[in-house]
Nanobody
Framework: QVQLVESGGGLVQAGGSLRLSCTAS????????MGWYRQAPGKQRREFLA????????VHDASVKGRFTISRDNAKNTVYLQMSSLKPEDTAVYFC????????WGQGTQVTVSS
């Protein structure tokens, strides 16, 4: 069974940066399109942020374009989300999953941006 594991979150001041990582056991992430999502406090739905194809083509949602960058290291079976110029409204639990999200969701990683 595929298990997604997100890491790299934390508490950061506005304007700061973080790099999130996503790995998976039981699956080769390099073979599928992967994406990053987030769920803000009090929101029930996860928001799509960015996606990367198996060949490396990327798409970023307008809300994070220019600030967040998705990438992947197939040798490490890892997908990353580099986040910069963070804002308090970026505070959320961040998740990775396949595009579309067919894998079981992981625990996510908490990102808290203080003003």
């Amino acid at each position: 069974q595929v298990q997604l594991v997100e890491s790299g979150g934390g508490l950061v001041q506005a304007g700061g940066s973080l790099r999130l990582s996503c790995t998976a056991s039981g699956s080769i992430l390099s073979a599928v399109d992967m994406g990053w999502y987030r769920q803000a406090p009090g929101k029930q739905r996860r928001e799509f942020l960015a996606r990367i194809s198996s060949s490396g083509f990327t798409v970023h949602d307008a809300s994070v374009k220019g600030r967040f960058t998705i990438s992947r290291d197939n040798a490490k079976n890892t997908v990353y989300l580099q986040m910069s110029s963070l804002k308090p409204e970026d505070t959320a639990v961040y998740f990775c999953n396949q595009i579309p999200p067919n894998m079981n969701w992981g625990q996510g990683t908490q990102v808290t941006v203080s003003s």
